[in-house]
C-alpha cells in the first residue's frame, strides 16, 4: 500500500527500460533482449522478485508467444537462483491482473515470486501493521546480483 498510496513514484514505468538508467539502483538483477528481472522495493518478504516483459504490456494477451515462453524460462531461471542462494522452504507465485486484485502497476504485467519460509509470517504485520524483513533489501540485492548476470537470453526459435 506504501507504493500504490504513495506520492513519490517514479515518473516513467518502473518496469521499463530509462535512459542512462543505473540497473544497481533500480534493483534489476536482469535484463534482457524480452524480459526484466528486478527485486521488489517494498518486499512482503526477502528475495521477493518481479519478473516482467521488457515490452510495457498490461495482459497476457498482449504478449507474444516468444515473450511468454521466455517469462517462462525466466521465471524457472530465477526461482531456482532463489533455492540455491536463499534455500526457501517454498515459493508463492503470482500474478496480479487489474488493480481490484492487487496490481500495484496495472499497465504493465508482472509475476511475484515470493520466497517463503517455515513460520515465516507472524502477527507483528497484523498488529502493527510493520513487515519485518531480516535483511536489508540491499544486501539481498548483493547475494543475488551475481547469479543473475550469468542468465541468458535464451534461442526461442524452436520452442514458438
Known amino acids: 500500500m506504501e ?3 504513495g506520492e513519490d513514484k517514479p515518473k516513467g514505468c518502473i518496469f521499463c527500460p530509462w535512459p542512462d538508467e543505473d540497473l544497481a539502483e533500480r534493483l534489476v538483477l536482469f535484463s534482457g533482449r524480452l524480459t526484466r528481472i528486478m527485486m521488489n522495493k517494498y518486499p512482503y518478504i526477502n ?3 518481479l519478473i516482467a516483459p521488457l515490452r510495457h504490456v498490461p495482459g497476457l494477451d498482449d504478449l507474444t508467444p516468444e515473450e511468454l515462453l521466455d517469462l517462462q524460462f525466466k521465471l524457472r531461471q ?3 537462483i532463489l533455492k540455491k542462494v ?5 515459493f508463492n507465485v503470482g500474478l496480479n491482473l487489474g488493480v481490484v486484485a492487487g496490481a500495484g502497476v496495472e499497465a504493465h504485467l508482472h ?3 515470493v520466497p517463503r519460509w517455515q513460520g515465516d509470517t507472524n502477527y507483528i504485520p497484523v498488529f502493527a501493521e510493520v513487515r519485518v524483513i531480516p535483511e536489508h533489501f540491499r544486501q539481498t540485492y548483493e547475494r543475488l546480483s551475481p547469479h543473475f548476470k550469468e542468465l541468458r537470453d535464451e534461442d526461442l526459435s524452436c520452442a514458438t
Open 47 to 49: 528475495g521477493h522478485l
Open 3 to 5: 507504493y500504490i498510496l
Open 78 to 80: 530465477a526461482i531456482g
Open 86 to 90: 536463499m534455500r526457501p522452504d517454498g
Open 111 to 113: 509475476w511475484h515470486i
